[in-house]
């Protein structure tokens, strides 16, 4: 699915590759098969259960991903970024202004980067520096959090 509008809401559920722009509005995708990759001007992006790579993009807005399978890469300008991954993959989570909540599988080794400019950082992942998989956990302006369960 491929789309791109200027503002209104969004809800897809049991899709496959998703490629999606709004100017303005909030969008909900559960279930999709295939890459997702959703950018936002203003409005939250909450994606779950997706089986393969992962791009969030929110200029203002709160960005949430759970029960994921794949690589992910999301970013928020202004909001804060939550993501939850069910397997073991790399992610990027960023925050310019808002918080980062990472969380992981424990059945995974990491290489973990962590930044928090004006905030704190709160890392209970083992690092490994020599691990494939790599969680990368940032916010300019707010708390970094990367955790397993």
Known sequence: ?????????????R?????????SGDVRIAGATGAVGVETGSGDIVVSEAKAAVRLRASSGDITARR??????AEADSGNVT??????ASA???ASSGNVT???????????????GSGDARVT?????AAAL???????????TISQR
């Open 102 to 116: 990472l969380v992981v599988p424990a059945a995974g080794s990491y290489r973990v980067l962590s930044t928090a």
């Open 125 to 129: 992942v083992a690092n490994n520096p």
């Open 134 to 144: 790599v969680l990368d956990g940032s916010a300019g302006s707010g708390d970094v």
């Open 68 to 73: 994921l399978n794949g690589a992910v890469d």
């Open 92 to 94: 990027r989570a960023h």
């Open 1 to 13: 699915m491929q789309g791109e509008t200027g503002s209104g809401d969004v809800e897809l559920g």
């Open 83 to 88: 993501v939850e991954l069910d397997s073991p």
């Open 15 to 23: 899709v496959g590759t998703v490629d999606l722009r709004l100017g």
